[in-house]
């Protein structure tokens, strides 16, 4: 959509700025081969001691419709726009270094970097996607037999776009909703914590 297009004060890449979190997906299949490239643009992201903490658990109809349910079914209420699309993933972080069994810091901060480069090529390949961290964990962890040791990180819904005049009046008004952003001078320091009077 036109007005989801990032309004940049500074040049940045084409992808990013189209990328944006979609809820109005269309019931239409999405090709195994893209799913597979989603997964692929996830496996190259960076990762602390290149660890590459993150799984990813697919779901869908073709695969096994059973368990799409399940995952449909972990959703909270309010990412029930989400239970449409036909391709959902949860994505899974392992907390500690395979290497040394020791606490990995970076786990989630790694799980989301991957998921990241999967939300690019999601827009690449001219899929919708929208990343959730309203879920029910314990029950996703048990339903889809998330071994000790890895954490529940978020539910991802993937598909085509589909109409916004379909959703319910609450996710349909931020659909349409132009996308926001803080301002650099808040978000950015010059040398020291605070410092916003010139950043460069
Ligand atoms: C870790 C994480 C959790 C999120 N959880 C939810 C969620 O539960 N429900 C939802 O509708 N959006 C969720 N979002 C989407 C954000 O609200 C969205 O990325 C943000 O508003 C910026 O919009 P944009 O992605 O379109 O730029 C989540 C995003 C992230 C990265």
Redesign the pocket.
């Known amino acids: 959509m036109d007005n989801?297009t990032?309004k940049a004060d500074y040049t940045i890449n084409d992808l990013i700025a189209k990328?944006?979190?979609a809820?109005a997906f269309s019931d239409r299949p999405v090709e195994k081969q893209k799913v597979m490239s989603l997964l692929e643009a996830a496996r190259w992201a960076p990762s602390s001691s290149n660890e590459q903490p993150w799984r990813f658990i697919v779901f869908t109809a073709e695969n096994n419709k059973e368990m799409l349910e399940a995952a449909r079914s972990v959703l909270?209420e309010?990412?029930s726009?989400a239970r449409k699309a036909p391709v959902l993933m949860c994505a899974v972080a392992k907390r500690t270094y395979t290497h040394n069994d020791k606490d990995n810091r970076h786990y989630m901060h790694d799980v989301?970097a991957a998921?990241a480069y999967m939300f690019l090529e999601a827009y690449n390949q001219g899929l919708a996607m929208?990343?959730?961290?309203?879920?029910d964990v314990e029950k996703a962890r048990q339903s889809f037999e998330i071994p000790q040791g890895f954490e529940p990180?978020?539910m991802i819904a993937i598909g085509y776009y589909g109409n916004p005049e379909t959703l319910p009046e609450k996710?349909r008004e931020?659909e349409l909703a132009p996308?926001s952003r803080k301002p650099i001078g808040e978000l950015a320091f010059s040398g020291r914590w605070g410092s916003t009077t010139s950043i460069i």
């Open positions: 989801k990032a990328r944006w979190s809820r909270s309010g990412n726009y989301g998921t929208h990343v959730m961290g309203g879920f990180a978020t996710p931020k996308r």
